[in-house]
């Protein structure tokens, strides 16, 4: 483009610094921002927010900040998307106080958070287990913020059900199908893998029984849940039945599918049943993950003989 007298805007600039930041690159995208700078092209408030998002992807919170604190001292306005930017990046090191900081500075500065600054909070709250400000959160949301949306409320469902908070996240749920709310397949998912883990199997599996009278196509990841839950109570007829009505129902059973039923059986000490369902999978193309191939080494470690019954892992040990 320079060579052809075509010289680069601010817009051109913005994209070629947003790939470096995707790459990792950020230093470079740096370099880029003063090369900018240099030839008299101002960098613009997407230009800041490109170079935050990519120190906050790396954690790099300081010079994430360093870089908002300079597009504030240039006398640039901030918009929601470098709020939300830096938010995120607060939340995900669990730093709460300077996102809530941020958060109500939004409103002080004559804005206001939209729905991905609250959800992004509420799910920063709930990871630290801020059940009650985030429940605060969620009612000054209703009455002044933005219309709660199905992200919201998945949220909120899952942050109940991560604390063993069931009959919360089973009222709200209640709530949202009495007020014919859009409700997706993913919410159900939600509620079942929340009722599975918070011990109550039977009440998840008459709601999975329940979805096709409701006209819901049910997913990979719906059955997957129902797997999880069965192999969870060491019912793994059940959960080998389970796998086998996926593709009678036209679904098919994928990588994560596989590995949650060989746990399952290797929890058990099924190992025979185990080798049977490994062969499948790999014949499927499938591979374990690292948690079902931790599982499998602590196991060989406790009885070397597991070798023996797996030709495949034992050549490889020859080897």
Do not use: W
Not at 125 to 135: D, H, P, Q, S, T
Not at 268 to 282: A, G, S
Request: hydrophobic share 40%; charged share 25%; proline share 3%.
């Amino acid at each position: 483009m320079v060579n052809l007298n075509m010289y680069p805007d601010v817009r051109t600039f913005t994209i070629l610094t947003d790939g470096l930041c995707k790459e990792g690159k950020i230093e470079d995208a740096e370099e880029v921002m003063k090369h900018m700078v240099e030839k008299g092209v101002e960098p613009n408030v997407i230009t800041y927010n490109v170079i935050m998002d990519g120190y906050c992807l790396r954690g790099q919170l300081d010079r994430a900040r360093r870089i908002f604190d300079i597009l504030i001292d240039k006398g640039i306005e901030p918009n929601i998307f470098t709020y939300n930017i830096l938010i995120n990046g607060y939340c995900k090191k669990k730093k709460l106080a300077e996102a809530m900081q941020l958060f109500c500075e939004i409103s002080q500065k004559g804005s206001k958070p939209n729905i991905v600054t609250y959800n992004t909070i509420l799910q920063g709250l709930f990871e630290v287990g801020r059940i009650g400000v985030a429940n605060q959160l969620f009612v000054e949301m209703v009455s002044t913020g933005p219309v709660p949306n199905l992200s919201i409320y998945h949220t909120l469902l899952d942050g109940y059900f991560k604390y063993g908070l069931v009959e919360e996240a089973m009222s709200l749920f209640n709530k949202l199908e009495k007020n014919k709310e859009n409700i997706d397949i993913e919410s159900y998912n939600i509620i079942i893998n929340g009722l599975s883990k918070n011990g109550e199997l039977n009440k998840a599996r008459a709601i999975f029984e329940k979805l096709s009278s409701m006209g819901l196509l049910v997913n990979v990841r719906t059955y997957t849940t129902m797997i999880t839950g069965f192999c969870l109570q060491g019912l793994l007829d059940e959960a080998k039945d389970m796998l086998r009505e996926i593709e009678e129902n036209g679904c098919f059973p994928n990588n994560v599918t596989y590995n949650v039923i060989v746990r399952g059986y290797l929890r058990c000490r099924k190992i025979n049943e185990m080798v049977t369902l490994m062969k499948e999978m790999t014949g499927r193309g499938f591979s374990f993950d690292a948690t079902t191939a931790e599982l499998l080494v602590k196991d060989i470690s406790e009885n070397p003989s597991i070798l023996d019954m797996i030709p495949e892992l034992h050549a490889e040990n020859k080897k």
